[in-house]
């Protein structure tokens, strides 16, 4: 079973939809959990922090569930620029970090 | 400029060639990783360091190797033992000491074995 996983998509949405991925972990004892997004042939980027109260950036939100184990994002107000992979990490208490292999995004015009 | 190097950013290799990837940071972070990454896939661990001249095995350590005798540098060395090599290879930092969490990564080195 794998440490983390996503649903692969792609999600093809329109300009300004809101979009939800989500995301399971199999370690209880993870400790930190990410979003990164990643553009075509780049590096990842540090989209967001999960924190267990849940958080909001602006046009994105983060949600944990502990009991579950599943983390969430969700995009309001999808922008065409949004359009990439978004990469689900979580950390061990350890200092390793798990990655789940990317949910696609595509946000139509 | 701060950051993380990594050089080349295009890499080609003979089949049975060793090969040694860079990576630069003046972050100041201690702690640094190497990924691997193909097509479709997550990243996946190679190796890491949380200090100097101390690194630990990844989940693929397997045909590959590392050193760190300065904190700024992690180099990799791509080893003929490697039997698919050919990957978009990412070097990540930590900083242990900051309180945070998150990893910060490197423009990456795409590696391709003829």
């Known amino acids: 079973r794998k440490e983390v996983e996503q649903d692969p998509g792609p999600f093809n949405v329109p300009e300004g939809a809101t979009v939800a991925f989500n995301c399971t972990y199999s370690?209880?004892?993870?400790?930190?959990f990410f979003w990164y997004r990643q553009d075509c042939r780049k590096e990842p980027k540090l989209l967001m922090s999960v924190y267990s109260s849940g958080n909001e950036d602006g046009r994105f939100t983060a949600q944990l569930n502990r009991a579950s184990q599943y983390i969430s994002l969700l995009i309001r107000d999808s922008k065409l620029s949004d359009s990439a992979t978004y990469l689900c990490v979580v950390k061990d208490n350890f200092n390793k970090f798990y990655f789940g292999s990317g949910t696609k995004l595509n946000v139509k015009p | 400029d701060g950051g993380i190097t990594q050089s080349p950013k295009y890499l080609f290799r003979k089949e049975g060639q060793n090969v040694t990837l860079s990576c630069e940071q003046n972050?100041?972070?201690?702690?640094m990783y190497w990924y691997r990454q193909d097509p479709g896939q997550g990243l996946r661990l190679i190796y890491y360091s949380q200090i100097v001249n101390d690194f630990q095995k990844g989940d693929i350590a397997e045909g590959y190797s590392v050193s760190r005798e300065k904190k700024e540098s992690f180099p990799l060395t791509v080893t003929s033992a490697q039997k698919n090599p050919t990957a978009f290879y990412l070097c990540?930092?930590?900083?242990?000491?900051?309180?945070?969490?998150?990893?910060?990564f490197g423009p990456g080195t795409r590696l391709t074995v003829l």
């Open positions: 370690n209880s004892a993870s400790q930190s």
């Open positions: 972050l100041n972070h201690d702690a």
């Open positions: 990540a930092t930590r900083d242990l000491a900051g309180g945070r969490y998150e990893q910060f």
